[in-house]
T-cell receptor
Framework: DVKVTQSSRYLVKRTGEKVFLECVQD?????MFWYRQDPGLGLRLIYF???????EKGDIPEGYSVSREKKERFSLILESASTNQTSMYLC?????????????FGPGTRLLVL | ELKVEQNPLFLSMQEGKNYTIYCNYS?????LYWYRQDPGKSLESLFV???NGAVKQEGRLMASLDTKARLSTLHITAAVHDLSATYFC????????????????WGLGTSLAVNP
């Protein structure tokens, strides 16, 4: 079974702090994703990575950066957390076989920025 | 721009009843996905529909795809409380981008409550 893990289930941070969210997958997937999920807005793609050190902006990259130094690990960084970044953050991974395969999701990190 | 619309967004139904959730999308797409999310939990893949006329069934859930109408349906048969969850559909974008990959465009989800 595919397993995607995220470093924290719940996180509370102060405005202006630098925040790291970690995601690890154990299925040798090429593609990894960070989404945020907010009530009434569904899932919005923040960043996407299709290979080590490769990243692409999603729909809402402002205020975020990412790092993928190893194939299994994809990190989301909030450079200076703000209250409007309070959200549920979901990491996903998928294999790449020409066309996008099913995405497998981690348990999510619920971030509260005070 | 590819848009994915689900309806209804909220659905309250009685156990034992049947109902259908609809997912419309605005441009052609190769794949359509259905996911389930239990309250406070992450998303779990239910179905991947690959071609026109595709039908997949798992227990009391059946998903179908009509690519000509750009419509997928998720039919619930004889609902039980355990099916209470939020159901999302998502479609591949038609255009390739970085690394010859595509991204998913998501519907807003249908929050289903099955009551005794």
């Amino acid at each position: 079974d595919v397993k995607v893990t995220q470093s924290s289930r719940y996180l509370v941070k102060r405005t202006g702090e630098k925040v790291f969210l970690e995601c690890v997958q154990d299925m040798d997937h090429e593609n990894m994703f960070w989404y945020r999920q907010d009530p009434g807005l569904g899932l919005r793609l923040i960043y996407f990575s299709y290979d080590v050190k490769m990243k692409e902006k999603g729909d809402i990259p402002e205020g975020y950066s990412v790092s993928r130094e190893k194939k299994e690990r994809f990190s989301l960084i909030l450079e200076s957390a703000s209250t409007n970044q309070t959200s549920m953050y979901l990491c996903a991974s998928a294999s790449r076989a020409g066309v996008m395969e099913t995405q497998y999701f981690g348990p999510g990190t619920r971030l509260l920025v005070l | 721009e590819l848009k994915v619309e689900q309806n209804p967004l909220f659905l309250s139904m009685q156990e034992g009843k049947n109902y259908t959730i609809y997912c419309n999308y605005s441009t052609t797409s190769d794949r359509l996905y259905w996911y389930r999310q239990d309250p406070g939990k992450s998303l779990e893949s239910l179905f991947v529909l690959l071609s026109n006329g595709a039908v997949k069934q798992e227990g009391r859930l059946m998903a179908s795809l009509d690519t000509k109408a750009r419509l997928s349906t998720l039919h619930i048969t004889a609902a039980v409380h355990d099916l209470s969850a939020t159901y999302f559909c998502a479609v591949d974008t038609p255009h390739l981008f970085a690394g010859n990959n595509r991204k998913l465009i998501w519907g807003l989800g249908t929050s289903l409550a099955v009551n005794p």
